[in-house]
Every structure is written in structure tokens, then in C-alpha cells.
């Protein structure tokens, strides 16, 4: 079994601009867009303040739950990268 520390994975964010080694993701909400749900991930050694990426935007909160439990899988699968829809 891997340590806390051990459970970190390359993102590629839905838009393709960000690849990101992230330690903990999320849902937000995404004020003032036409897609009001987001996962947010937490990128690794950012700084000691810490650095949130918008990983994938979705149209609904439940949208947005299935693309997270997609990651979650995949992150106990022990993938090294995987791309947001």
C-alpha cells in the first residue's frame, strides 16, 4: 500500500494548457462561467502557501462527481497520468 505522501498523479487539465503533478483534488464552484462546477487539484511543491489548478469544468455538479470518481479510480489503479474529459 502507498503512503499518503506516495499518492500523487500527472493531470492533464480539460483544456490541455496545464500538466500537473497534484497531491488532492476537489469540486468548486465555478462563479461568473456558463459551466458552474469544477475539480480543482492540488499541485505538489508549489509552495508552502500551496497552488490550485482548475483541472475540468462541467455543466452539472453530478457531471463533475463522475469525472472525479474516473480520476479516483484511476488513482488506485496506480496510472501515472490521466487526461480530464
Not at 496545464?18 to 462561467?33: E, I, Q
Not at 470518481?69 to 489503479?77: D, S, V
Amino acid at each position: 500500500m502507498q503512503s499518503k505522501e506516495e499518492y500523487t498523479m500527472w493531470i492533464r487539465s480539460q483544456d490541455k494548457k496545464h500538466l500537473v503533478k497534484c497531491t488532492s483534488f476537489s469540486l468548486a464552484r465555478n462563479w461568473g462561467g456558463k459551466k458552474k462546477n469544477a475539480i480543482v487539484g492540488s499541485v505538489s511543491n508549489a509552495s508552502w502557501l500551496g497552488k490550485d489548478v482548475v483541472l475540468g469544468l462541467y455543466d452539472t455538479n453530478e457531471i463533475a462527481l463522475n469525472e472525479l470518481t474516473r480520476l479516483q479510480t484511476e488513482l488506485i489503479n496506480n496510472s501515472d497520468v490521466y487526461e480530464m474529459n
